[in-house]
């Protein structure tokens, strides 16, 4: 966490093919021979402060025998590059004015750095906008392979609205595509369900959209295509809310649990008969 030079910086800096090679290769000498700049612009680094430096140590001098046709840096200009927030995202450099630098030079290179500064900030913002896109396909692949897994539909209901949204599999566990259906209310869903599960699952949506409570659990038949009853078994919890706090979005999922209540109805019928026969 300490502010630093960075030399592979300045040894991208392509003066001429064999300097660069050169100093790739003798890494500790390269960072010597810029240790004048490395002092002129600390200020720059730790306080993000405009640094301007017009006498400047040669140091180029120590090195002379490594050095190939290079001019030193006597003076030098350096400028931060900082965010709204204050962070120091780089720093513009520019070196070797025949004049001495002055504030002057400050206020021209100013909107450079308020340029660099604006490109920086968008690339960052890009950055974060596709780690985030990322990790939402993640989470979302996750819990698809999920619900794949326990072979779930999925609802959300739109409580303001009254709307549904179901996914293909909810449509498929009574014979229907989302297409054949269209667009879903709890209305119609209703009317849907066996008439002695009407009213009980009336009066958990009414307890669900006047915010008494915010989970909503139970059983139910509904009409399948071909005429029969499916059994399911229905999830569902209030996530979403209005800004002044009225339950907006309740998601949720339905199970089909058929073979499951006839199998409990046939050991019932079963035990029935045996304490018959006793």
């Not at 300490?2 to 000498?29: A, C, R």
């Not at 004048?36 to 640094?51: E, G, I, R, W, Y």
């Not at 962070?87 to 450099?93: A, I, K, N, R």
């Not at 029969?228 to 706090?245: A, F, P, S």
Request: with cysteine; hydrophobic share 35%; net charge negative.
């Amino acid at each position: 966490n300490q502010p630093y030079i960075n030399v592979q910086g300045f040894l991208s800096i392509l003066w001429n093919e064999l300097q660069k090679n050169l100093d790739s290769q003798n890494v500790d000498l390269a960072y010597e021979k810029f240790q004048n700049v490395k002092h002129a612009v600390l200020p720059t680094l730790q306080d993000n402060k405009v640094c301007i430096a017009n006498k400047l140590l040669d140091t180029n001098k120590d090195n002379s025998d490594f050095l190939v046709d290079i001019s030193p840096i006597n003076k030098i200009i350096s400028m931060p590059i900082v965010s709204n927030a204050g962070e120091l995202l780089g720093v513009v450099m520019v070196a070797n004015k025949k004049e001495n630098y002055s504030q002057a030079d400050v206020e021209y290179l100013l909107p450079l750095v308020s340029s660099f500064a604006s490109i920086i900030k968008a690339i960052k913002m890009d950055e974060e906008r596709k780690r985030t896109e990322s990790n939402l396909k993640i989470e979302r692949d996750r819990l698809e392979g999920i619900i794949e897994g326990t072979g779930a539909g999925t609802v959300e209901w739109n409580i303001q609205t009254s709307e549904l949204f179901f996914n293909e599999k909810w449509a498929e566990m009574i014979g229907y595509t989302l297409g054949e259906l269209g667009p879903m209310r709890v209305s119609k869903w209703i009317r849907m369900l066996h008439p002695e599960d009407r009213l009980p699952m009336i009066k958990k949506a009414r307890t669900i959209s006047q915010n008494t409570v915010n989970r909503m659990s139970g059983n139910f038949r509904i009409k399948h295509k071909e005429g029969y009853w499916v059994w399911m078994h229905g999830e569902g919890r209030t996530l979403k809310y209005t800004e002044d706090g009225k339950p907006l979005v309740m998601y949720g999922t339905h199970a089909n649990v058929t073979h499951e209540y006839e199998a409990k109805q046939f050991l019932l019928q079963t035990l029935d008969d045996l304490h018959e026969t006793q």
